[in-house]
């Protein structure tokens, strides 16, 4: 029952596959041979359009040349003309004398020369002065003509401007007709007289220019209109002009007038806005249009900007998709054939693979029921497998014999493995039975009437590397000390135990609390190759007087919580002690009112941390301590701290040891809390 619905399943699956294989072809290929069509009428209308447009520009571009070649030799005449004005001018203001008489007669001479000018070939002579008025025309009715509005085609004022740029001028401007009163186009040559600051201006119509210009773009419409009717794109596509304003410069067929008056069935634009706006983008694209209610056209377009026409190319989608269809029709019945034979074929590989697997599956179940700590003998029909298969059926056999021999391995490593891990947290276990054995007992009676002390410390890992320690040196001064030792775990406990020891044992030798440490500190530098060190906090109250006699060893400083407020028992009697021998420590004192207590504690409590990051800090144990009710007792004072930091660490794992030592001086009339 396993074998046939495995070998269904791997029937239905090839079948499957061939079957979205064929499928997956078959669109591809669609897609391949619509994409390659459109791209090549793609490529091909775009060709077209480039060189029609360069077609166009060639031609506009002949024509400038012609016209300005043109314009070269209108204003080569006029220049030639002007200075034969000019001389005849400087030969008049030569005879003048130099009496205002005489240059006066002389002026009117060179007017009326200038008045009875002949106009060869329409060209015309006037001469204003400063005033910008016509001094002199051949035609009397231009005389006495005020020409500072006179502007030539790019705007500038051309009378006034020979008085103020080098000369001579030249300027295309408008100028009426002598009869009609209509604006002409004439080429203008200006050029001062400076004997008597006149200007001569020689002009001629160049209304012959434009008729030639206008003439020659009608026979550039002429000629690409016929290239373009030449022209087919695909089966029935077309192209066709028109210009900037919207005017038709070269007409589409008349089949396509409907589809040059609709609008696009998307964006609601007529077919020439949706051009315009085609031929604009930076790069060559094109684009869909489907009129409302036909079908829908592929265009592009191209733009002459020196002549304002837009050239269209317009072909229909059918014309592109009809090659796809074709191919696909006779796709498709090649792979429904393919498919019946890929079905055959699957049935008969997929019972040739059930076979091994069957064997597999059997061996498999037997696996969970051995013992894995025996060696037993392998089937000869797996054993066979490997050999017998060269393919993934062989490999998975090899496999499953590799894993029953690491699995093997794994158990009995396992079980090896777990021996030593219980062995390990016994030893662990019994460490920490022996660490918390070191820490110290509780005072005698009459000591805890005179001071309220509690200490406690919470280890991150099996074993930590705080310490506390508090004892007594004579009938009545207290000796305490807190530490925090360099590292974690196992050696930072033996170096904690190590420090302990030292403090009570300097204790005997030493009564102040700076030698003690200098003591301390000294033999815990010899012989420690693996430099470790400890922060050390060391003091000695006077259970009578109050005095404070302290050492800090690069230790956190104390809180002090009094009436006053909470503030820092500051003095850095020097660096942690391990890190160099023989350094001096220096002591310091102060005095503990009845009612001030004093908070020691490592930096496992300002540097415990939340899942977000942050620090408990200093500032937030300072506004715990403030809070506390007035004569609050060590254990009180300890058991808040230490659950204000539990709860800012909000269940985060404790990265650091966690200790403190509270001593409250008592009142003499005061009892213990």
């Known amino acids: 029952m396993i074998a046939t619905s495995l ?17 997956f072809l078959m669109l591809i290929t669609q897609r391949g041979v619509t994409a390659t069509v459109y791209g090549a009428e793609e490529r091909s209308a775009a060709n077209i359009l480039n060189l029609v447009g360069v077609d166009i520009e060639s031609r506009y571009r002949h024509l400038l040349r012609e016209k300005i070649a043109s314009v070269r030799g209108y204003r080569d005449q006029l220049e030639s003309y002007g200075d034969t004005v000019q001389a005849t001018l400087a030969a008049f203001a030569a005879m003048a004398g130099d009496s205002p008489q005489e240059q006066a007669r002389a002026q009117r001479m060179a007017l009326d020369w200038i008045n ?30 005020d020409l500072s509005g006179l502007r030539d085609i790019k705007g500038r004022t051309l009378a006034s401007d020979v008085y103020r740029q080098p000369d001579p001028l030249f300027g295309v401007y408008r100028w009426p007709h002598a009869q009609t009163g209509e604006l002409d186009t004439h080429f203008g040559y200006f050029r001062r007289f400076p004997a008597w600051q006149w200007v001569v201006a020689v002009s001629n119509n160049a209304s ?34 028109f210009s900037g304003n919207g005017d038709t410069v070269i007409p589409a067929p008349a089949r396509a007038s409907s589809l040059i008056d609709s609008l696009d069935d998307a964006t609601g634009k007529s077919l020439q806005t949706t051009l315009m706006a085609l031929a604009r983008r930076p790069t060559p694209t094109r684009i869909s249009f489907t009129p409302q209610g036909g079908q829908a056209w592929e265009l592009g377009a191209t733009y002459v900007k020196p002549l304002d026409w837009y050239v269209a190319a317009a072909v229909p989608r059918s014309d592109l998709l009809q090659p796809a269809q074709n191919l696909l029709q006779q796709q498709g019945a090649a792979f429904l054939a393919i498919l019946a034979v890929a079905l055959l074929l699957a049935w008969l590989f997929a019972s040739r ?3 091994p697997l069957n064997i597999l599956t059997h061996y498999a179940r037997q696996l969970p029921e051995r013992d894995l700590t025996l060696q037993h003998p392998v089937p000869d029909a797996v054993a066979e497998l490997p050999a017998r298969y060269r393919d993934e059926v062989g490999r998975l056999a090899s496999n499953f014999l590799y894993m029953e021999e690491q699995l093997r391995g794994n158990v009995l490593r396992l079980m090896a493995a777990t021996s030593a891990r219980e062995r390990i947290e016994s030893e662990l276990s019994i460490a920490r039975d022996i660490q ?18 509690f200490a406690t410390m919470t280890a991150a890992k099996e074993v930590g590397g705080d310490l506390y320690d508090y004892f007594m040196m004579g009938e009545d001064r207290l000796c305490f000390a807190i530490g925090d030792v360099s590292g974690k775990g196992v050696p930072a406990a033996l170096f904690m135990a190590i420090t302990r020891t030292l403090i009570r044992s300097a204790a005997n030798q030493e009564s102040e609390a700076g030698r003690l440490m200098e003591v ?66 220096a002591d310091f004192n102060c005095t503990l009112a009845p009612g001030t207590i004093l908070v020691g504690y490592t930096d496992g409590v300002t540097e415990a941390d939340n899942p977000a990051g942050a620090f408990y800090g200093d500032e937030r144990g300072v506004e715990l301590l403030r809070g506390l009710p007035a004569n609050c007792g060590s254990e009180q004072t300890a058991r808040a701290l230490h659950d204000d930091v539990l709860a800012f660490a909000q269940g985060a794992e404790q990265a650091d040891d966690i200790t403190l030592i509270v001593i409250r001086r008592l009142a003499p009339t005061e009892t213990p809390s």
């Open 353 to 355: 693979l059930i076979r």
């Open 520 to 585: 301390i500190n000294t033999r815990l530098t010899d012989h420690n190759p693996n430099m470790m060190f400890v922060t050390l906090f060391i003091g000695i109250l006077d259970l009578r007087t109050g005095e404070l006699q302290y050492a800090n060893g690069g230790h956190p400083p104390p809180w002090l919580v009094s009436a006053d407020g909470v503030s820092l028992l500051a003095g850095r009697s020097g660096p942690a002690c391990g890190v160099a021998e023989s350094l001096p420590y």
């Open 116 to 145: 009875t000018l002949p106009t060869p070939d329409g060209m015309q002579v006037m001469v204003y002065d400063h005033s910008l008025r016509v001094l002199a025309h051949p035609l009397p009715v231009f005389v006495g003509t």
């Open 7 to 23: 070998r269904t399943r791997v029937f239905m699956l090839i079948a499957a596959i061939v079957a979205l294989l064929a499928a």
């Open 436 to 453: 918390l054995g070191l820490l110290p007992i509780a005072l005698e009676p009459h000591v805890l009437r005179q001071v309220d002390l």
């Open 208 to 241: 012959a220019v434009e008729h030639e210009v206008n003439d020659k773009r009608n026979n550039i419409v002429m000629a690409v209109a016929d290239t373009l009717n030449h022209l087919t794109l695909a089966q029935s596509g077309f192209l066709f002009v």
